[in-house]
């Protein structure tokens, strides 16, 4: 298990429950963009954070706020004019967090598979305090027991995403 890290850091491995084991972490851009959502004719604050690669993972935020405030989770593989479609094939690609009073962190139930994870602010008059973004990957235990690399990087490339194939089942 593997913690993921958005906003750049540093951070662990993670054992299940999320307990740090010392590992090396992989750190996402943030903000990859910050802009504003519209909704219900209010703009909502979003930022996208971009984890580098395709992983299977657990998203976690640790979050501050006002009862009642929402918080929109979006995941994609791709972007679309610079944003995640959360409706893809009649599939949903989004959660909806409902925050309670004060501090608090909430981990997706179920593993979702993302590059790209989109949060939308739906809040009142105060605004919501974002301490910490990562996600808690879970994949197959497989050793890559082998390497390869030649002088077209476009190759190389291909082989090593078919390497990762297996951390995606």
Request: aromatic residues 8%; neutral net charge.
């Amino acid at each position: 298990v593997e913690r993921l890290v958005a906003g750049g850091g540093t951070a662990g491995a993670a054992a299940p429950g999320g307990a740090p084991t010392g590992g090396p972490a992989l750190a996402a851009t943030s903000p990859h963009a910050l802009g504003d959502d519209v909704s219900e004719g209010l703009r909502d604050p979003f930022v996208l954070l971009d984890f580098g690669r395709q992983v299977n993972a657990f998203p976690r935020i640790d979050v501050e706020g006002r009862a009642g405030d929402v918080v929109d989770i979006a995941y994609g593989e791709q972007l679309i004019g610079g944003r995640i479609v959360p409706m893809l094939m009649s599939t949903r690609c989004a959660d909806r967090y409902i925050l309670r009073e004060g501090r608090q962190v909430h981990q997706a139930f179920e593993w979702r598979t993302f590059r790209y994870l989109q949060l939308s602010f739906r809040t009142g008059a105060a605004p919501v305090r974002v301490h910490a973004v990562d996600a808690v990957t879970w994949r197959y235990p497989a050793e890559v027991r082998g390497r390869f690399a030649c002088s077209d990087p476009v190759t190389t490339r291909v082989w090593d995403a078919c390497v990762r194939t297996t951390d995606l089942f």
